[in-house]
């Protein structure tokens, strides 16, 4: 479909060019359509994701839910972010995790046994399998969940440095997992993702001292991009700097508490979506 960015009105254009940077003033025989009529089914499928998205949201507020969308890059860590995390808060709220990978389980292997419900949600099915989750995806994943039992839900996006920040998944907030072994430039090379979060873990920490790198710097790039954000260097591996994620899950999760359920006037808050593959932990 070629390339195209979605920006933070909601209006989509796409960046169909030559190698030399030109228009194609030819056909495309691609089977796609172009121009736009592209642009107009990009705008389409935004939409209905975001009225999936107010769909998810509604149900985990009218169970007193709050929800967060966990992304990074692959390898940067999240998975182990999150397993310290399930280990820490699991005796003081109970939490729900919908796993998103391309294929395998691997990651919700790490996940069970750690007291949290887990969903575990493929996206192989395709070309090549979905590089993001969607809200459809994740409405789905929550049949997988028992939503009136739960404080909080973590959804660990696909890993990917780009495409889950461009979805609404029916989140509240965004978080993200960035290792200092990526380099201190890709805020700059690759800003969406770390534009649109809330709370970013600046994780690995404990490898500093083997690499050429300045953690200053990558706090720089980040402000360039994101100047409210809240940074947390951390290593999930050795713990270090890890409470205060803690406390800021805390604090997130504790709004829900705080100001109650709201009525479910849909009717969709315990009946979502379709099958999915569930574990217990």
């Known amino acids: 479909m070629g390339r195209f960015h979605r920006h933070d009105d909601g209006t989509v254009h796409s960046h169909d060019h030559d190698r030399e940077g030109h228009q194609h003033e030819h056909g495309d025989h691609s089977g796609y359509a172009t121009g736009s009529q592209r642009i107009d089914v990009l705008e389409s499928i935004f939409a209905e994701n975001d009225s999936r998205a107010a769909i998810n949201r509604r149900a985990f507020e009218a169970n007193g839910i709050r929800a967060l969308n966990l992304m990074s890059s692959p390898g940067s860590g999240k998975t182990t972010v999150l397993a310290a995390t399930l280990d820490e808060l699991g005796g003081e709220m109970a939490v729900g995790v919908i796993e998103g990978d391309i294929a395998t389980d691997l990651d919700a292997a790490k996940l069970a046994g750690r007291g949290a419900q887990i969903s575990l949600l493929n996206t192989n099915n395709g070309f090549g399998g979905e ?5 459809p995806m994740v409405n789905r994943a929550l049949q997988g969940l028992e939503l009136p039992a739960l404080d909080l839900v973590i959804v660990e996006n696909v890993g990917n440095l780009v495409c889950p920040a461009e979805f609404d998944v029916g989140e509240h907030a965004k978080a993200m997992v960035y ?47 994101n ?30 508490r705080t100001s109650g359920p709201v009525a479910d006037d849909a009717g969709s808050a315990r009946h979502l979506g379709q099958e999915t593959t569930t574990t217990q932990g």
């Open 131 to 135: 590089c993001h989750l969607d809200a």
């Open 179 to 225: 290792s200092v072994a990526e380099g201190e430039d890709k805020p700059l090379k690759y800003p969406v993702m770390f534009r649109s979060v809330d709370v970013l873990l600046l994780n690995k920490i404990d490898l500093v001292p083997h690499l050429d790198v300045d953690i200053a710097t990558y706090i720089d790039h980040i402000r360039q991009v």
């Open 227 to 256: 100047p409210t954000a809240e940074i947390l260097p951390v290593s999930a591996r050795t713990g270090d700097g890890m409470s205060k994620w803690f406390d800021w899950l805390r604090q997130f999760a504790s709004s829900s």
